[in-house]
């Protein structure tokens, strides 16, 4: 999955692509380089990051959406709002990818449910403590792979209760969301207790902060590359479906290499 924020302050390429032309090409450039879906983004969910309106989210992400849905790329939308779910659904998105777990916002009442229900879209549940404005701000969990795992499989239950498919959800553990750097580590060491659910995992690990904490040279965003891949082939050898990343070309080519070193493990 590559990462197309259509935003100014994403924590990581914040105001790259924020013009709809220079991310639909980024969005071609992605795909050209090996991605399966392209998840779009018009609102920056980085620690602290201030909220945008329906509005000013739609105008940004479906001219961008809609270009390369026409391209035949298939595309998530990253929100957490129904109406803005709906209307990039509508504009061509396969795949709603909601950071809150259909959850919405306190006064939602199930709203998110029921859209997600009525789209009939893949949906992907993350786990999130708290919002992007506060997650970070001494996040604590008496057992964090067990808090998780268990959230998780409360929202996909919710999901299907509320009329969405099993085969159509996805589960991401949130890595970066309301965690510290050892709450990061234990999650990405049993992450196949988060596979062992039975759904499709998503892993997002791309150029998270964890990384700059274990490897404190890496200063700029860009400079983690390395631990990004590292930490994606270690979702691979858990059995996640796929990893959202910054970096298409050189994890399509990690991964390669990765599953062609498993395969002749089993060819001896």
């Given amino acids: 999955m590559g990462v197309v924020n259509v935003t100014p302050d994403s924590f990581s390429d914040g105001g790259r692509f924020f013009d709809p032309a220079t991310a639909i090409s980024h969005g071609r450039a992605l795909l050209a380089a090996g991605a399966d879906i392209l998840d779009i983004g018009g609102e920056s969910t980085r620690p602290g ?34 109406a803005v779910a709906k209307v990039a659904v509508e504009a061509g998105a396969a795949i709603w990818n909601d950071v809150a777990a259909l959850q919405g916002l306190p006064a939602d009442h199930g709203e998110a449910l029921r859209v997600a229900a009525d789209l009939g879209c893949e949906v992907m549940l993350m786990h999130m403590l708290g919002d992007p404005r506060t997650m970070q701000q001494n996040p604590v969990y008496a057992d964090v792979v067990g808090e998780v795992t268990d959230f998780l499989s409360v929202r996909a ?101 990765w599953a062609a070193i498993d395969e002749a493990k089993v060819s001896r």
């Fill in 49 to 82: 990051a201030e909220p945008v309106s329906e509005a000013d989210e739609l105008a940004r992400v479906v001219p961008v959406i809609a270009a390369l849905a026409k391209d035949g790329a298939r595309i998530s939308v990253d929100t957490f709002k129904p």
């Fill in 157 to 257: 239950e919710a999901a299907m209760a509320a009329g969405v498919a099993r085969e159509r959800i996805w589960l991401d553990p949130g890595v970066g969301f309301g965690k510290t750097v050892a709450h990061n580590l234990a999650l990405l060491a049993n992450l196949d207790r988060v596979v062992a659910l039975g759904f499709p995992v998503l892993l997002g690990v791309s150029r998270k902060r964890f990384i700059k904490t274990l490897d404190p040279v890496a200063h700029v965003d860009d400079d983690r590359l390395g631990g990004s891949l590292a930490a994606a082939l270690a979702g691979a050898e858990a059995g996640c479906a796929a990893v959202r990343v910054h970096d298409v070309r050189q994890t399509v080519q990690a991964l390669a290499v």
